[in-house]
């Protein structure tokens, strides 16, 4: 059991977004908890210590005037600060207590993706340009800190073929953009993705996010904002530069994200055509979606009057006016509306079940395979029964996903089997530990190299797995009861396993009304479609735009009052229940979004995710509105043609 604390804090701080660990984020707390579990903490401990570390104080504050203000929390309450102790460690009721209290106090909050609710106004004459936030070339981070960053792995071996803040600053000089997008952008060409990489290891400032979607946006921000010379001849030095990527390198910035941003830059070309007039409008600014930037376009209050989604700001200039245009970009329609984990639901509902609770799954998650391993045989690995045979058969599909899953076998380029190379280390280190002794984490560790809680379950999966194949019924018996093969008489998995875990976590999600609202309401902030079809904000998903006039074409309504939406559970060939936001009468039905409960490493892997993609009925539908409403035709990639079905 691993009690040094730094060394805890440290790892903490590494697997939250934002590298800064906070015990009341419930997401955050999910990741201090798997911690806990690798580095061997008992669970009734693990629990003690999540409690211990979110308990807080109720507080007052003095006021210049000598009285107290409305109580609020704290972790720990400091008389040096001016807090007055009201209540030492607060009861759970003591806390909502005060939180109810103060939303009484408190302004009506602004309601999920609804417009009319924020101040897009823009103060006149402010002079973005010649502002400190567009004119300086301080990334906060500075050549010799940036080189010395143990995240950061160069993409390129010989300096010479770096790309050079010198190439690109010349685009940077019109005060269009913030000029230290030049120095950005080039770190980001020269640099791998690594696990750690962030987009603070590039710019300080900023907030967190996926590193690649970041720079495609840094990289479309800056293009909307150049004239069409300086455009094309920016955006040809960044092509080439991908171009010349080493075989086998893991860039941040990828072709699929140069090409969104040519398609990006022309449908809001076309869409502010039809919007404004050919000629009647031009781009005076473009900001990324910092709050710095945000302001200095002449809108002084970011946290409020920010888009509910928007990744850009363009400040434009419409018959001597400035005005404020507000774009959400994915690359295309493959992009993820929102990537969290199941946590979320904890935030929108008081009433989670223990079978929906990722905390009491865990626990079974974990306790299984300990047992399997005490009573696991030792392993012999047949390549014969894993390549061919009985383990191509329909009836042993489940099986065989998870033998390619967790890297077991694969197809080839001729589309046979073969043992995957991938695989080949775990499976080695299984084959080394005979029975008896039983199997447990320590020796799975010795001879593997990590004993990690996620590693020894994958470890046990893997070892099942081979051994099912070979006629093994227990281990079979382990991996419905881990995984989930088989629906028993109820219609249901396994209980216990990932999938009824899943698909329980999907219907209670419709059934419970306050994480059915808690859920639509997150919907509404990743796909504000009432603020959309009101026009407040456009989406680009890569050469395709919703706006009010495609979304118009789309759904056959020009006003959210006629537009309804609902969620509808479906079931996939596998039997994973998944939800689908759908439009419904008076507006035509239109698949929108899909909402999966998914765990990537089925029965092993160290979260659940909670995620939201675009639907591709949605995408198609849309692809036909841009095509009537911006023709001639939308520019979109071969890739994306080919999964939408367009020839």
Same mark, same amino acid.
């Given at each position: 059991?691993?009690?040094d604390?730094?060394?805890?804090?440290k790892e903490?701080?590494?697997?939250?977004?934002?590298?800064?660990?906070?015990p009341n984020?419930s997401?955050h707390?999910y990741?201090?908890?798997?911690?806990?579990?690798?580095?061997?903490w008992?669970?009734?401990v693990i629990?003690?210590f999540?409690?211990n570390?979110?308990?807080?104080?109720?507080?007052q504050?003095k006021?210049?005037?000598?009285s107290? $203000?409305?109580?609020?929390?704290?972790?720990?309450?400091?008389?040096?600060?001016?807090?007055?102790?009201?209540?030492?460690?607060?009861?759970?009721?003591?806390?909502e207590?005060v939180?109810k209290?103060?939303?009484e106090?408190?302004?009506?909050?602004?309601?999920?993706?609804?417009?009319?609710?924020? +101040?897009?106004?823009?103060?006149?004459n402010v002079?973005?340009?010649?502002?400190e936030?567009?004119?300086?070339?301080?990334t906060g981070?500075?050549?010799?800190?940036?080189?010395n960053?143990?995240?950061?792995?160069p993409?390129f071996?010989?300096e010479?073929d770096?790309l050079r803040?010198e190439?690109?600053?010349?685009?940077?000089?019109s005060?269009?953009?913030?000029?230290?997008?030049a120095?950005?952008?080039?770190?980001?060409?020269n640099?791998?993705?690594?696990s750690k990489t962030?987009?603070?290891?590039?710019l300080?400032?900023v907030?967190? $996010?996926?590193?690649?979607?970041?720079?495609?946006?840094?990289?479309?921000?800056?293009?909307?904002?150049?004239?069409d010379?300086?455009?094309?001849?920016f955006?040809?030095?960044?092509e080439?530069?991908v171009?010349?990527?080493?075989k086998?390198?893991k860039?941040?910035?990828?072709?699929?994200?140069?090409?969104?941003v040519?398609?990006?830059?022309?449908?809001?070309?076309?869409?502010?055509?039809k919007?404004y007039?050919? $000629?009647?409008?031009?781009?005076?600014?473009t900001?990324?979606?910092?709050?710095?930037?945000?302001?200095?376009?002449?809108?002084?209050d970011?946290?409020?009057n920010?888009?509910?989604?928007?990744d850009?700001y363009?400040?434009i200039?419409?018959?001597?006016?400035?005005?404020?245009?507000?774009?959400?970009?994915?690359?295309?329609?493959?992009?993820k509306l929102?990537?969290?984990?199941v946590?979320?639901?904890?935030?929108?509902?008081?009433n989670?079940p223990?079978?929906? +609770?990722?905390?009491?799954?865990?626990?079974?998650?974990?306790e299984?395979p300990?047992?399997?391993?005490?009573k696991?045989k030792?392993?012999?690995?047949?390549?014969?029964k894993?390549?061919?045979?009985?383990?191509?058969?329909?009836?042993?599909?489940?099986?065989?996903s998870?033998?390619?899953?967790?890297?077991?076998?694969?197809k080839?380029?001729?589309?046979?089997w073969?043992?995957?190379?991938?695989?080949?280390k775990?499976?080695?280190?299984?084959?080394?530990?005979?029975v008896?002794?039983?199997i +447990?984490?320590?020796?799975f560790k010795?001879?593997?190299?990590?004993?990690?809680?996620d590693r020894?379950?994958?470890g046990?999966v893997i070892?099942?797995?081979?051994?099912a194949?070979?006629?093994d019924?227990?281990?079979?018996?382990?991996?419905?009861?881990?995984i989930g093969?088989?629906?028993?008489?109820?219609?249901?998995?396994?209980e216990?396993s990932?999938k009824?875990?899943?698909?329980?976590?999907?219907?209670?999600l419709?059934?419970?009304?306050?994480?059915?609202? $808690?859920?639509l309401n997150?919907?509404?902030?990743?796909?504000?479609?009432?603020?959309?079809?009101?026009?407040e904000?456009a989406?680009?998903i890569?050469?395709?735009s919703?706006d009010p006039?495609?979304?118009?074409?789309?759904?056959?309504?020009?006003?959210?009052?006629?537009?309804?939406?609902?969620?509808?559970i #479906?079931?996939?060939?596998?039997?994973n229940?998944y939800?689908?936001?759908?439009?419904?009468?008076?507006?035509?039905?239109?698949?929108?979004s899909?909402v999966?409960?998914?765990q990537?490493g089925?029965?092993?892997?160290?979260?659940v995710g909670?995620e939201?993609?675009?639907?591709?009925?949605?995408?198609?539908?849309?692809?036909?509105?841009?095509?009537?409403e911006y023709?001639?035709e939308?520019?979109?990639?071969? #890739?994306?043609?080919?999964?939408?079905?367009i020839?």
């Amino acid at each position: 059991m691993i009690t040094d604390l730094n060394k805890i804090v440290k790892e903490w701080s590494y697997r939250v977004d934002d590298g800064k660990p906070n015990p009341n984020n419930s997401t955050h707390l999910y990741h201090l908890s798997e911690i806990l579990i690798e580095y061997k903490w008992p669970f009734e401990v693990i629990d003690e210590f999540l409690q211990n570390i979110n308990e807080v104080d109720i507080v007052q504050k003095k006021q210049s005037d000598g009285s107290y $203000g409305s109580s609020y929390t704290v972790k720990k309450h400091n008389p040096d600060r001016g807090q007055k102790l009201i209540k030492k460690d607060a009861s759970k009721d003591d806390i909502e207590k005060v939180k109810k209290d103060k939303e009484e106090d408190e302004p009506e909050k602004i309601k999920s993706g609804e417009p009319n609710q924020k +101040d897009k106004s823009l103060k006149q004459n402010v002079e973005t340009s010649k502002s400190e936030t567009y004119s300086t070339t301080d990334t906060g981070i500075d050549d010799e800190e940036f080189s010395n960053q143990q995240e950061i792995e160069p993409v390129f071996e010989n300096e010479s073929d770096e790309l050079r803040t010198e190439d690109i600053e010349k685009f940077f000089e019109s005060g269009r953009i913030p000029k230290k997008y030049a120095k950005v952008i080039t770190r980001l060409l020269n640099s791998e993705k690594g696990s750690k990489t962030k987009i603070t290891n590039f710019l300080k400032g900023v907030g967190a $996010g996926e590193l690649q979607a970041q720079a495609g946006e840094v990289i479309t921000m800056a293009s909307v904002g150049m004239n069409d010379d300086e455009f094309e001849e920016f955006i040809s030095i960044l092509e080439k530069q991908v171009e010349k990527y080493p075989k086998g390198s893991k860039p941040i910035v990828t072709k699929d994200w140069l090409d969104s941003v040519r398609a990006v830059r022309t449908v809001t070309k076309k869409r502010l055509d039809k919007k404004y007039g050919k $000629g009647n409008w031009k781009i005076k600014n473009t900001a990324w979606d910092v709050k710095e930037e945000f302001n200095a376009l002449g809108n002084d209050d970011y946290e409020n009057n920010k888009g509910f989604s928007s990744d850009m700001y363009a400040k434009i200039e419409v018959d001597g006016k400035d005005v404020l245009d507000e774009i959400s970009l994915k690359k295309d329609s493959v992009a993820k509306l929102f990537n969290g984990v199941v946590t979320e639901i904890k935030k929108w509902s008081s009433n989670v079940p223990p079978e929906v +609770d990722v905390e009491v799954y865990k626990k079974g998650e974990i306790e299984r395979p300990i047992e399997y391993g005490k009573k696991a045989k030792t392993l012999e690995v047949d390549e014969s029964k894993l390549l061919t045979g009985s383990i191509l058969e329909k009836e042993n599909k489940a099986l065989r996903s998870t033998l390619v899953a967790t890297g077991v076998i694969r197809k080839n380029k001729k589309g046979e089997w073969e043992m995957n190379p991938s695989g080949r280390k775990i499976i080695q280190a299984l084959e080394q530990l005979e029975v008896p002794p039983p199997i +447990d984490s320590a020796r799975f560790k010795d001879e593997f190299g990590s004993g990690a809680q996620d590693r020894f379950k994958k470890g046990m999966v893997i070892h099942a797995a081979i051994s099912a194949a070979n006629g093994d019924k227990e281990a079979l018996d382990f991996l419905n009861k881990q995984i989930g093969y088989a629906k028993g008489e109820d219609g249901k998995f396994p209980e216990g396993s990932i999938k009824r875990y899943q698909n329980d976590t999907v219907q209670f999600l419709v059934d419970d009304e306050e994480a059915k609202e $808690g859920l639509l309401n997150a919907l509404a902030e990743k796909l504000p479609l009432k603020s959309m079809i009101e026009g407040e904000e456009a989406m680009a998903i890569g050469g395709l735009s919703a706006d009010p006039a495609t979304l118009k074409r789309l759904f056959g309504v020009d006003n959210y009052e006629d537009f309804k939406a609902g969620l509808t559970i #479906k079931e996939d060939e596998d039997g994973n229940n998944y939800l689908v936001y759908e439009s419904k009468a008076p507006a035509k039905e239109v698949k929108i979004s899909e909402v999966r409960v998914r765990q990537k490493g089925l029965g092993y892997a160290s979260s659940v995710g909670l995620e939201f993609d675009i639907a591709k009925d949605f995408a198609q539908q849309l692809h036909t509105a841009n095509k009537e409403e911006y023709p001639p035709e939308p520019e979109i990639s071969d #890739k994306e043609k080919r999964r939408l079905g367009i020839s």
